[in-house]
């Protein structure tokens, strides 16, 4: 079964050098089982992603492991050496206890961050101090995504980490209250200091109002936006594997968000290309 959704030509023309800046990918089984008691998606392996990349005009990559595959980070390291260093970085998960020889080994394959995901059993809140402390001579950074209505009490940990974090899908704060609500001035005020990032991406998560357009999210991405545009990322989320078939946008619309969210060229440039660069170390 294909993770590819036939759709358009974004209106966006990419710049040259964008980077997708979240995109996950699962097998083929055969070749990187998922562990004991794991409910296993479809296939939908680099080849799929390949495709949907190429109709996007995106040059580059950022792989991001998914709790299928626990801490077995071989399918994203895999697709990460056939892309090749000029196109691809990877986003890992590991236990809390990996050490500096794993770290290395994950550093020369790729990897340049590691994920917390909140709800999930391995890289969690309590540890991120501890871990954030072996991977900043790494130059790596975290990447968070939770329950965005819990942003408040997080921020104040995540600000003393001694790396830089990136929080996902515009923080999965729940579209209600707009740019008022208490979680999103927090997420606002962390980007403003400088050492936060966020990706602009999955407004499905939240939005109350849906596609194309995710009218209800848009005021929330132009602020932060206006705030950091040297903080923010975009990313596809590819291939929406938590969401059923009929509610998979076509990654051409969540693209061309961006158009409507930041109208400048320049500004778009930085989003798409420059400040992935720097983040994830693209020549």
């Not at 999965?172 to 606002?188: C, Q, S, V, W, Y």
């Not at 939005?207 to 206006?226: F, H, M, N």
Request: net charge neutral.
């Amino acid at each position: 079964m294909s993770g590819a959704v036939p759709g358009r030509t974004p209106r966006l023309v990419a710049p040259l050098g964008a980077c997708d800046c979240l995109a996950h990918v699962f097998g083929p089984r055969a070749r990187f089982p998922y562990p004991a008691g794991i409910e296993a998606p479809p296939d939908l392996p680099l080849e799929d992603y390949e495709r949907v990349r190429a109709r996007l005009g995106l040059a580059r990559a950022v792989l991001v492991q998914l709790p299928h595959y626990a801490t077995d980070n071989a399918c994203i390291l895999d697709a990460v050496a056939r892309l090749g260093p000029a196109r691809a970085r990877a986003v890992a998960v590991t236990r809390p206890e990996v050490d500096a020889a794993e770290l290395a080994r994950l550093d020369a394959d790729g990897v340049r961050a590691l994920r917390f995901l909140l709800f999930a059993p391995y890289l969690r809140l309590d540890v991120i101090g501890e871990v954030a402390r072996r991977i900043a001579p790494f130059g790596w950074h975290v990447e968070v995504q939770g329950d965005g209505r819990d942003l408040p009490d997080q921020i104040p940990v995540l600000a003393r980490l001694p790396v830089a974090v990136v929080i996902d899908h515009l923080g999965r704060i729940p579209a209600e209250g707009g740019t008022d609500h208490p979680a999103f001035r927090a997420l606002l005020a962390f980007v403003e200091g400088g050492r936060c990032w966020v990706k602009l991406s999955a407004p499905y998560h939240a939005s109350r109002t849906g596609p194309p357009d995710y009218a209800d999210l848009a005021p929330r991405a132009r602020a932060l936006i206006a705030a950091r545009p040297d903080r923010m990322l975009w990313a596809s989320n590819w291939p929406h594997a938590l969401r059923r078939p009929g509610e998979k946008p076509d990654d051409a619309d969540l693209l061309d968000l961006l158009l409507d969210w930041a109208p400048e060229a320049e500004t778009r440039r930085l989003i798409l290309v420059e400040n992935p660069a720097r983040l994830y170390g693209f020549d």
